[in-house]
């Protein structure tokens, strides 16, 4: 039996990339903002990196977390590396919002309860997605920079 | 109206510390291992650290990540950095196992619904526990020679 190929070993539609990475719009439509980082190697720990490319790869974590906050002034950046489901080393930058569908709890928790919440994301929301262009321009020059 | 104290600026019971950082038993029951990593001085975000401090920060990260693949051989092991309810830095570590009570999704989500996953769990859990011991002395010894 051989294993399923790994999604993140394919290619994809990225925003920005290089040899040894590439940054992702996770296009989830609850999270704008929400990008990914994604090494391209097969790799799924980070101390199984060594610990130069560590630096890069977080580097360019630093680099989008920076732009998030610069373009978007998020509440908050989240930041996780889970691979659970898939072990190839990719990082998840997620802007927040105290209005959002889910703050404060994790993205991957249920949905805030809070009347109103939706109706208050809802009208807020656009505001976040008309800055994307911005964003997603500031993130591209900050990682030629970089 | 003055602010709540921040949980994370009072000391605590650390495995670990020094003038910068302090490394922490989640103590939480369903993720033995589970160890969180504390920036002392009261800052919100990674890119808020000056690139140094950043990276002394995630050493320590990386060091507790390879203590936990040491000494408890997880499935993967799981980084995250939050701090929506605390705006003050802390990473999450969490060694992970197939057979976890909420494998492969992120320890926020709902439990796994597998019939059988608990009593899988109960079964390997004691396990991991045992060794908790030797993971706190092979973290001390490798976070001591950081």
């Not at 903002?33 to 360019?60: C, F, K």
């Given at each position: 039996m051989t294993a399923p190929p790994c999604p993140l070993c394919q290619d994809d539609a990225s925003l920005w990339r290089n040899d040894e990475l590439r940054v992702v719009?996770?296009?989830?439509?609850?999270?704008?903002?929400?990008?990914?980082?994604?090494?391209?190697?097969?790799?799924?720990?980070?101390?199984?990196?060594?610990?130069?490319?560590?630096?890069?790869?977080?580097?360019?974590?630093?680099?989008?977390?920076?732009?998030l906050r610069d373009t978007l002034a998020p509440t908050k950046v989240n930041l996780a590396e889970f691979g659970n489901q898939v072990p190839h080393l990719h990082w998840h930058v997620i802007p927040r919002w105290s209005c959002d569908t889910h703050f404060p709890d994790a993205i991957w928790a249920a949905p805030a309860q809070d009347p109103g919440r939706q109706a208050a994301w809802d009208a807020f929301e656009p505001r976040v997605r008309g800055r994307l262009p911005a964003y997603h321009a500031a993130l591209r020059s900050a990682l030629d920079a970089m």
């Open positions: 719009d996770a296009g989830t439509p609850r999270h704008p903002g929400y990008t990914r980082v994604i090494w391209n190697e097969h790799v799924a720990e980070m101390t199984l990196l060594d610990p130069s490319a560590r630096q890069r790869l977080m580097r360019a974590v630093w680099t989008v977390e920076q732009a």
